[in-house]
């Protein structure tokens, strides 16, 4: 009788134990859902179209001669044009690329997009010299405006456009940065581990 007792006891313990162990794992598994799906919002909301302004000013000129009669005569055509350009440096993070290991509770970036650059130039022509043998035309206009872009291309390389847009990238990847560290989880981009805003800086070369 005393025994059938002790098999009992151990037998209820035991189911209690098992009980136990059940919901602690089963507190486990929510935790882990419930962090994964704030990360996931937080990436989501992450992901939007980052976009840094500039305005540029130059003026230029432009010379085109047409030459006849063995270059006897020649008709040439001129003007002195002032641009003002709105530039865009953008980043559109819909298109950023991630994996979410749940088991090791890290999220790995896989691909940053490449910086979009938008030139909107505004030409104003002054000055303009033509003749009936040469004059402007849409061919003229075409060869300016690819003239401007490149012009206006390499200020930008040189200005702190690029530099400013890719801070302002820095910032938002930092949202992610600070849920996976709130959440002991680990954030790495290019096989390294990100633990601070210093880390993104120099492992983000864009």
């Known amino acids: 009788m005393q025994k059938r007792v002790f098999i009992g006891i151990g037998i209820l313990i035991s189911t209690i134990l098992l009980f136990k162990f059940c919901e602690f794992k089963k507190g486990d ?3 882990l859902d419930y962090n994964t799906n704030l990360i996931q919002q937080q990436i989501v909301n992450v992901g939007k179209l980052v976009v840094t302004e500039g305005h540029f000013a130059e003026v230029i000129t432009y010379k085109n001669q047409e030459k006849y009669l063995m270059d006897m005569l020649s008709f040439e055509k001129k003007a ?22 749940e088991k090791n509770k890290t999220i790995t970036i ?10 909107s130039p505004d030409l104003q022509f002054y000055d303009v010299e033509q003749s009936k043998l040469n004059p402007f035309t849409g061919d003229d206009y075409n060869k300016i405006n690819k003239l401007v872009k490149a012009n206006l291309a390499k200020k930008i390389e040189k ?26 989880w ?13 880390d993104l800086s120099q492992t983000i070369k864009l």
């Open 29 to 31: 598994s929510e935790d």
């Open 80 to 101: 002195l044009i002032i641009v003002n350009a709105d530039v865009t440096v953008a980043y559109d993070l819909h298109q950023m690329k991630y994996d979410i290991d």
């Open 110 to 119: 896989l691909s940053i997009p490449k910086e979009e650059i938008k030139i």
């Open 159 to 184: 200005s702190s456009l690029k530099a400013n847009a890719k801070n302002r990238l820095i910032s938002e990847l930092s949202k992610m940065l600070i849920l996976t560290n709130t959440m002991n």
């Open 186 to 198: 680990k954030l790495k981009y290019e096989g390294k581990t990100i633990e601070n805003e210093k």
